[in-house]
T-cell receptor, first 110, second 114 residues
Framework: KQEVTQIPAALSVPEGENLVLNCSFT??????LQWFRQDPGKGLTSLLL?????REQTSGRLNASLDKSSGRSTLYIAASQPGDSATYLC?????????FGTGTSLTVIP | EAGVAQSPRYKIIEKRQSVAFWCNPI?????LYWYQQILGQGPKLLIQ????????DSQLPKDRFSAERLKGVDSTLKIQPAKLEDSAVYLC????????????FGEGSRLTVL
């Protein structure tokens, strides 16, 4: 069964810093990987989707990479802002299912 | 493009009562999912529909949970009778026709069982 891990569980950085969030998965047979943002009391907002044939995707200040062979993905956030404070979750699609990590709670300090 | 709609946003009930949640997916999305998210955890799949057929309900507690998607569009998730451990956020998500595209979530329905 696919296991998805996100480390660290929580991260606090000063405003303006560049940061990297990590996602690892145990089974490399995936169709795609998706990064989400979740604000308190809200649903999940899609940030980036990387297909299994891709190495990375970019959207604004966000860049996500995928290394299937090592079972890892990273989400890079450039020039962090207080508005980036949220929980970030990754999900991998294998078979018919999405498998979610438990998320990294990010706090950006003004 | 309208997103995934869910209602109600919040519901408080006593144990052994029943509750129903409604979801309207993005127009044209054939695949619909219901997830349960407990505070501090990632979403856990309850049931997946492809049009009006069930693809996966292996993690749905069928003694108390039921879900339907009669016309392949809207879906309803019901809990009867509710237990204290059912307190969670119930998230609905939809995906485009071939099921390999981006997953879109609604705002969720927060259930508190007293």
């Amino acid at each position: 069964k696919q296991e998805v891990t996100q480390i660290p569980a929580a991260l606090s950085v000063p405003e303006g810093e560049n940061l990297v969030l990590n996602c690892s998965f145990t089974d490399s047979a995936i169709y795609n990987l998706q990064w989400f943002r979740q604000d308190p009391g809200k649903g999940l907002t899609s940030l980036l989707l990387i297909q299994s044939s891709q190495r990375e995707q970019t959207s604004g200040r966000l860049n996500a990479s995928l290394d299937k062979s090592s079972g890892r993905s990273t989400l890079y956030i450039a020039a962090s802002q207080p508005g980036d404070s949220a929980t970030y979750l990754c999900a991998v699609r294998g078979g018919n299912q999405f498998y979610f990590g438990t998320g990294t709670s990010l706090t950006v300090i003004p | 493009e309208a997103g995934v709609a869910q209602s109600p946003r919040y519901k408080i009930i006593e144990k052994r009562q029943s509750v129903a949640f409604w979801c309207n997916p993005i127009s044209g999305h054939a695949t619909l999912y219901w997830y349960q998210q407990i505070l501090g955890q990632g979403p856990k799949l309850l049931i997946q529909f492809q049009n009006n057929g069930v693809v996966d309900d292996s993690q749905l507690p069928k003694d108390r949970f039921s879900a339907e998607r009669l016309k392949g569009v809207d879906s309803t998730l019901k809990i009867q009778p509710a237990k204290l451990e059912d307190s969670a956020v119930y998230l609905c998500a939809s995906q485009d026709r071939d099921g390999t595209g981006e997953l879109f979530f609604g705002e969720g329905s927060r259930l508190t069982v007293l």
